[in-house]
């Protein structure tokens, strides 16, 4: 062998590299997001080798890189006339001189096809969820991500029955030839780049918001918005649907200096608890049930949250992967990371909670920005990253329990417990059945507790609760009505396009929108990466 021959063309020798960089970037970051969405299991034990932190922006780029590669390889072969690399025929295999290298070439399309799997199943995850089977596709995707890493291995024992050490190392050891080619392989790479960008600009969905004569009623009805344009979208991994899909639609109209949303989404029940008060023959308990991520779950509320950006980017580049994604942070116990801005931005967070927020008619209008510093944390409260929620001057909600020397009691009771009662309707334990009404009580319909009132049957359930009132100042700057039928919920929400406040994004012209669904769960809500842009007239 020939030292021209046992060395490789500098694009050949570039192409490798950078394939192999952004193979092992996708592989890396793939990991942490698909621990994610499975929840652990034997992923929990790669732990080591997963990276942590805005992983899904990484993991875009990596996917991009990667489809940009392949066109350019391919402008490489046809423009050095090399498609004999990759011929294969049944002599050459046959042949006992020129097997191995028949075998090297079979080795290759077998890597391109899962190479070409991974990527299109991946495009299906990210600008088709519509079409649905979510679960399927990212099963799919995650088998040929790993058989990409078990092509690796077998393509480096390939290499190496072919040449010995000197055909694996000539890959490491460039001959100045083919620049021209290598030059094209360059334009092709940058024209395929810039081209799915302008299809990831493309492909994302635009809810274009009109100017309307008269405001919609905020009071949970929808017929005066037919007609309206409306986006769907689709979110996926949430507690109680990670293998399916929860789809969300949304509608917009402006009047005057606001805006006027409908934001709708499934759901099969109907949950308005928060840790309910359970009597019981050893007195007043809290109904809980954790998972073992520390999620809250069976006896909560359904939530839905909205991110508000200005940022083109996954999540507004809020979501930080990873159980330690944070330096100077503690470790987070559902290991799924933390919601914090580390460029200095703000995401506006508009966060509606059924039980607490339909007495209130608003969404709590909250931010993600800065990570907090511990030090500002109570003692036993989990950090919240860089959650936090918007100033307030009054109104909002309070626990109704206090807990000395491990007796947990009311802080206060119903004026008329008769009228709680029939409100709140028959008690519903059972996470399947949909509850009849928000387990909340105002403030101004309670008493102090006192152990002359507690005559309350074993088995009665009381609210955890207290509603003071409608949040004012900048936390009450949304306001809302919920509504559940036939498995929706219906949310229609308004607020001012600009509210002048120093942690609220203003709604303008290419402002983007993010939704999360929780299903009768504290933390684990489901999510999509494309948001929406609302277009202004």
């Known amino acids: 062998m020939s030292r021209a021959t046992s060395r490789s063309d500098l694009p050949t020798m570039a192409w490798h590299l950078l394939l192999v960089f952004f193979l092992g970037l996708s592989l890396l970051t793939g990991l942490r997001i698909a621990a994610d969405n499975a929840r652990g299991g034997w992923r929990a034990l790669l732990e080591p080798v997963m990276l942590q932190g805005d992983v899904m922006r990484w993991h875009m780029w990596a996917a991009l890189a990667l489809a940009g590669l392949i066109v350019a390889y391919a402008a490489f072969l046809w423009r050095a006339q090399l498609k004999a690399r990759w011929v294969v025929s049944s002599a050459a295999l046959k042949a006992p001189r020129g097997r191995w290298q028949a075998i090297n070439r079979l080795l290759y399309w077998l890597g391109l096809v899962c190479l070409a799997l991974a990527i299109l199943t991946g495009v299906w995850l990210y600008f088709l969820p519509s079409l649905g089977w979510l679960s399927l596709i990212t099963l799919v995707h995650e088998i040929t991500s790993w058989s990409l890493l078990v092509y690796m291995v077998i393509h480096i024992l390939a290499q190496f029955m072919l040449g010995g050490w000197r055909q694996l190392l000539k890959v490491f050891i460039p001959r100045f030839d083919l620049l021209q080619a290598g030059a094209v392989m360059g334009c092709a790479a940058l024209v395929s780049g810039l081209a799915f960008w302008a299809l990831d600009w493309q492909i994302t969905p635009e809810l274009h918001l009109k100017q309307v004569a008269s405001a919609p009623l905020l009071d949970g009805e929808t017929k005066e918005w037919q007609g309206i344009p409306e986006v769907e979208v689709v979110t996926a991994h949430g507690f109680r649907t990670p293998d399916t899909e929860t789809r969300v639609r949304v509608r917009g109209v402006v009047h005057g200096d606001r805006a006027y949303f409908l934001f709708a989404w499934q759901d099969p029940t109907r949950s308005l608890k928060n840790r309910p008060l359970l009597k019981t023959e050893n007195g007043w308990k809290q109904l809980k049930k954790k998972t073992e991520n520390g999620n809250q779950v069976d006896y909560y509320e359904d939530k839905f949250a909205v991110i508000l950006s200005h940022l083109n980017i996954p999540f507004a580049g809020s979501w930080q992967f990873g159980p330690e994604p944070i330096s100077g942070l503690p470790k987070v116990e559902n290991g799924r990371g933390y919601h914090a801005m580390l460029d200095g931005s703000l995401a506006d967070v508009w966060y509606w909670k059924s039980a607490r927020s339909i007495p209130m008619g608003q969404m709590d209008d909250t931010h993600f920005g800065a990570p907090i510093d511990p030090k500002n944390i109570e003692a036993g409260e989990p950090h919240p990253g860089g959650y936090d929620k918007d100033p307030k001057e009054g109104g909002g909600y309070t626990d109704n329990f206090t807990k000395e020397n491990d007796i947990l009691l009311p802080k206060r009771l119903p004026k008329d417990p008769k009228a709680l009662m029939a409100r709140l309707g028959t008690p519903k334990l ?15 319909d309670t008493v102090p507790y006192t152990p002359e009132l507690d005559t309350y049957p074993v088995g009665t359930l009381l609210p955890s609760l207290l509603i003071k009132g409608p949040f004012k100042g900048d936390r009450g700057d949304i306001s809302a009505a919920g509504r ?41 809500h489901s999510w999509h990466v494309v948001p929406v842009r609302l277009r202004l007239d």
Request: overall charge negative; proline content about 2%; cysteine-free.
């Open 430 to 444: 059972d996470p399947n059945q949909s509850d009849d009404s928000h387990y909340t009580i105002l403030m101004d």
């Open 484 to 524: 559940w039928q036939n498995g929706w919920w219906q949310l229609e929400v308004s607020r001012k396009l600009d509210t002048g406040h120093q942690k609220d994004v203003a709604i303008r012209d290419r402002s983007y929108l993010w939704f999360a669904a929780f299903d009768n769960n504290k933390t684990e």
